[in-house]
């Protein structure tokens, strides 16, 4: 069983940053597919981000590629999300989950694990 625990969400305004965390409770996060989605109110969840388990693979949704960059510390069980230019559309909850695989994935049913998800505010 892996836990997934996500921190660092607040509210900023447009333009502005925000980093979040994804600390996993599991022994070696290195045989996990990470990503990134995330839910606005009234919408389904939607692909972020994803990472190989070398962190050297990473795919992005158009909507944030150039904006927002993913990484992994496998050492530390962590993976992150650097938001930079925030938009009030990105505004939504923003979940970390893995997969156990060895190919990214970008479709949520793929993904094993969920964190309970932290909230993204941006305000114009």
């Known amino acids: 069983q892996v836990q997934l625990v996500e921190s660092g969400g607040g509210s900023v305004q447009a333009g502005g940053s925000l980093r979040l965390s994804c600390a996993a409770s599991v022994s070696t996060l290195s045989n996990y597919i990470m990503g990134w989605f995330r839910q606005a109110p009234g919408k389904e969840r939607e692909f972020v981000a994803t990472i190989s388990r070398s962190g050297i693979s990473k795919y992005y949704a158009d909507s944030v590629k150039g904006r927002f960059t993913i990484s992994r510390d496998n050492a530390k069980n962590t993976l992150y999300l650097q938001m930079n230019s925030l938009k009030p559309e990105d505004t939504a909850v923003y979940y970390c989950?893995?997969?156990?695989?060895?190919?990214?994935?970008?479709?949520?049913?793929?993904?094993?694990?969920w964190g309970q998800g932290t909230q993204v505010t941006v305000s114009s």
């Open positions: 989950a893995a997969a156990f695989g060895t190919t990214t994935q970008r479709t949520s049913n793929k993904y094993d694990y």
